[in-house]
């Protein structure tokens, strides 16, 4: 996946590299919280600019593999702008009533939809 194309590159403010877990999980802290740069960095004790450049490269990165993928999708069969699919998954969903309870109900007896 993308820890490969995280190995090198950021080190933090005191100079040590920042392992491609490390990366990743702060820049995902980063958006979850709708953070800032400069406070998603303080948090690990990196500063603004480090956090910059890591939040950078995990884009490229997510950005590289999401192109790959949408490649390989239009390779099979011509799919255009696939990114990716879910199979057999159940999608929960409220159910108002009505004779056809039956056609939503699932083996686990709530309400879902079978994606397929």
Known sequence: MI?????????????LPIPHSLQLLDTL??????S????AGKMLGNSQ????RVANRVFLAFAEE?????AAFYKIEKFARVSGCIERAHIRVKYSGGPDVATFLNRKTYC???IQ
């Open 49 to 52: 600019a480090t956090m910059s």
């Open 29 to 34: 802290n980063m958006i979850a919280k709708e």
């Open 3 to 15: 820890g490969g194309k995280l190995e090198k590159g950021v080190k933090c403010t005191s100079g």
């Open 36 to 39: 800032y740069q400069y406070v």
């Open 66 to 70: 999401l192109m790959n993928a949408m």
């Open 112 to 114: 879902s939809l079978n």
